[in-house]
């Protein structure tokens, strides 16, 4: 079965610094990997994904990730931080056997200081 | 204008009540989805509705019922409700099922349900 794994639950940044969230997944088959974000109070939004192709995919609100096989990782990273990003981001995965069945890391809050 | 949307926002029962929770959509997709965030934020799948049909049922007390009366609405109903149901439900939904990746879930506000 398929699992992700989300390293650190908070993370806080300055506005303007670097944003880096880290997700590592395991799978023996070809992976799709998603990156949602959770405003307060609302449902998720999907902000990329990488299915096959590209390994390098950009997503809204300038966030982009990386899809690493050698290190099975799909790291989350936007270069400068703004108060707006403030919100939990949730790593999933899924395979082509299990159809749109999604499998969620456990989050990570980012907290942005100003 | 809501894509997906949910009803109630909030729901406060006592335990052993039976509730239900429901779902639309109007973005005319074909698949609906439940998922149960608890308190640490985890979600986890618990149904999927294809077509008006059942394809994903996971591990999940028999309490919870999912029911499709047409695509577009999928509802959750909770018998004899305990503490440990506690949490956001989550409506979601996408066009297809298929396993290319590209079926993008979109997901509604979701319901809190307390239970005490």
């Known amino acids: 079965a398929q699992s992700v794994t989300q390293l650190g639950s908070h993370v806080s940044v300055s506005e303007g610094a670097l944003v880096l969230l880290r997700c590592n997944y395991s799978?023996?088959?070809?992976?799709?990997l998603f990156w949602y974000v959770q405003y307060p109070n609302q449902g998720l939004q999907l902000l990329l994904k990488?299915?096959?192709?590209?390994?390098l995919v950009k997503g809204i609100n300038g966030f982009e990730a990386e899809f690493k096989k050698s290190e099975t990782s799909f790291h989350l990273t936007k270069p400068s931080a703004h108060m707006s990003d403030a919100a939990e981001y949730f790593c999933?995965?899924?395979?082509?056997?299990?159809?749109?069945?999604?499998?969620f890391g456990g989050g990570t809050r980012v907290l942005v200081k100003p | 204008d809501t894509a997906v949307s949910q009803t109630p926002k909030y729901l406060v029962t006592q335990m052993g009540n039976d509730k239900s929770i429901k779902c639309e959509q109007n973005?005319?997709?074909?698949?609906m989805y439940w998922y149960k965030q608890d308190s640490k934020k985890f979600l986890k799948i618990m149904f999927s509705?294809?077509?008006?049909?059942?394809?994903i049922n996971e591990t999940v007390p028999n309490r919870f019922s999912p029911k499709s009366p047409d695509k577009a609405h999928l509802n959750l109903h909770i018998n004899s409700l305990e503490l440990g149901d506690s949490a956001v439900y989550f409506c979601?939904?996408?066009?297809?099922?298929?396993?290319?990746?590209?079926?993008?879930?979109?997901f509604g506000p979701g319901t809190r349900l307390t239970v005490l």
């Open positions: 979601a939904s996408s066009q297809g099922w298929t396993g290319t990746g590209n079926n993008e879930q979109f």
């Open positions: 799978s023996s088959v070809p992976p799709y």
């Open positions: 990488y299915t096959t192709g590209a390994t």
């Open positions: 999933a995965v899924t395979i082509k056997a299990a159809g749109n069945k999604l499998t």
């Open positions: 973005l005319g997709h074909d698949t």
């Open positions: 509705y294809n077509n008006k049909e059942l394809i």
